[in-house]
């Protein structure tokens, strides 16, 4: 089976840490949701490793620097090889600042073949960086996806790792399946899915067949088999192609505020996405280009598999700008021109995991803002809920510090999967009052309802009254009945009951000892 076009892979995994500027003896460590995503030579002597919690790294190293990610210092350290790279090509291909592809092809020509370009590669690359930081994973293979597979190889191996061409199934058939998650290339849910299944190597993956893999696991499941056959038939684009939609902001005045163009810039990304999308498309590579007063230029293309939103589009304008005005003299006026192109699309397979229960743009746009305030206020200043179990809505979460738990970890923090009989049935409310507000639950003659002891309603609730307030029931629902902890003096028996008012608001309301109260209300 054909492979792709001939690409090249480098990737710095330890970049977010270098790029703070210490010694690669200093312990330094970049977290995201309290997880290590990045440490210095000096850290991994001391036994911290990437993926642990915060609090177990700094019990192997008290000493350890920790430093929340931020994509435009990184950026900003990272543009001095895009400056080596711009020798080699006219064009790179940024996936993250530390990532990066460009097409092996013309290069390769230009300099004597593969072995050759590679050998002058490492060389200036590690001309520009300090000595004792280690060196990139580089690849070479058919493909984005068996290129970026061949990187990660190279890191273990300590070498560039090169995959002849037409050799790319024999070379991943032994490869675990997380390394199509750790590229970016599935959803760790599906790799999770794999592994439960007993399809753990790249190679037992490509032995199902393509049917099968096409109605278990759709459009994504059928990618991750292609990339088990070898077959990634996408081309690294640096190219900008005519029929390319593109938007721009040109303004008169130039805007002098990192913050403003970006500002400036959204409604652009916003329509530029919903121009895609109107075709039934995702744009996966955007170019985007910010000139100044003074004609100069930042201009990076990115690249995301899953697809860029217009959020993601306004990330990267905010990183891109804000580091160039981090580097000393390479911006000496404000911006008057954003110019935003999609230069590679592709049909939206309808794999976005948000609809389905996954992380969504929400998620990541609340954990941007978590860690924000955690980076202003300090440590154990933040809480967030953590599911903890129990049958009232009061009970379910409890309130803990955001830098005691994995904020990624989104079983554990926003839902938990456990059954509790005597619980409601979902959707749970959305508001939960601390403290139940008393009110009065009566049938059409104006008595009080009741629950007996059999689990039902002594009379259909037609009225809540709340103070001097009375509203109408026009639906309900239950009574779940509740007898807690029978054995105990301090045990308690209760009913609730769902109730839908005239004014449209929906309570959920509980009775104790005669006494009915609203424990909580649905949005």
């Known amino acids: 089976m054909a492979g792709g076009v001939r690409t090249i892979t480098l990737r710095w995994s330890d970049w977010p840490a270098s790029s703070l500027g210490h010694p690669p003896d200093r312990p330094v460590a970049v977290i995201v949701a309290n997880r290590l995503v990045a440490v210095s ?6 036994g911290v490793a990437v993926g642990e919690r915060r609090r177990t790294a700094l019990r192997a190293c008290p000493d350890l620097l920790i430093a929340e990610r931020d994509p435009a210092v990184e950026l ?32 390769s020509r230009l300099f004597g073949g593969e072995q050759a370009l590679l050998e002058r590669l490492s060389g200036d690359l590690r001309s520009i960086r300090p000595a004792g930081w280690p060196a990139p994973g580089i690849g070479v293979a058919d493909g984005r996806a068996l290129s970026a597979l061949a990187a990660l190889r190279s890191v273990l191996a300590g070498q560039p790792e090169v995959v002849p061409p ?51 696991f759709g459009p994504v ?38 913050s403003a163009v970006v500002f400036a810039a959204r409604e652009r990304a916003e329509r530029l996405i919903g121009q895609v999308a109107s075709s039934g498309r995702v744009c996966v590579a955007v170019r985007i280009i910010i000139e100044t ?3 100069e230029r930042s201009e990076h293309c990115w690249y995301r598999e899953e697809g860029l939103s217009a959020a993601a589009v306004i990330d990267r304008v905010r990183w891109q700008v804000e580091a160039w ?45 978590v860690t924000r305030l955690m980076s202003l206020a300090g440590d154990g200043a933040v809480e967030v ?54 009110v009065e639950l009566l049938d059409e003659v104006g008595e009080p309802v009741m629950v007996t002891g059999r689990g039902e309603v002594s009379a259909i609730p037609l009225t809540l009254v709340d103070g001097s307030r009375s509203r109408a029931v026009s639906a309900w629902a239950g009574p779940w009945p509740l ?24 309570h959920l309301v509980a009775v104790q000892r005669r006494q009915w109260s609203i424990e909580a209300t649905y949005g």
């Open 76 to 107: 900003a350290a990272f543009e001095s090889v895009l400056e080596v790279l711009a020798a080699y090509t006219p064009g790179v291909e940024l996936v993250d600042p530390g990532h990066i592809r460009l097409p092996a092809r013309g290069p």
């Open 325 to 369: 005005t981090r580097r000393p003299g390479a911006i000496t006026s404000g911006v008057v021109l954003v110019r935003l192109t999609a230069e590679q699309v592709r049909a939206d397979d309808g794999s976005q995991e948000g609809l389905w229960g996954g992380r969504s743009e929400r998620d990541d746009a609340a954990l941007r803002a």
């Open 41 to 46: 030579p000096g850290a991994s002597a001391h």
């Open 221 to 258: 499941g059928l990618h991750a088999h292609r990339l088990a056959n070898g077959v990634d038939e996408r081309p690294v684009n640096t190219v900008v192609h005519e029929a390319a939609l593109a938007v721009e902001m040109a303004v008169d005045e130039p805007i002098h505020e990192a």
């Open 166 to 216: 037409e050799a790319s199934t024999n070379r991943v058939a032994d490869l675990p399946v997380s390394w199509l998650a750790e590229i970016g290339e599935v959803p760790i849910d599906l790799v999770s899915l794999l592994d439960r299944l007993g399809i753990r190597r790249l190679g037992d993956l490509a032995e199902l067949a393509v049917p099968d893999v096409v109605s278990r």
């Open 385 to 438: 809920p953590v599911w903890e179990g129990g049958r009232s809505p009061v009970e379910r979460y409890r309130w803990v510090g955001a830098d005691t738990v994995d904020l990624l970890d989104t079983a554990r923090v926003h839902r938990g999967d456990a059954p509790w009989p005597g619980s409601i049935p979902a959707p749970a409310p959305s508001i939960v009052h601390e403290h139940p507000l008393d």
């Open 293 to 295: 007063e003074h004609s």
């Open 483 to 506: 007898h807690e902890r029978w054995w105990s003096p301090t045990g308690r028996r209760s009913a609730r009951l769902q109730v839908v008012l005239d004014d449209g608001t929906a």
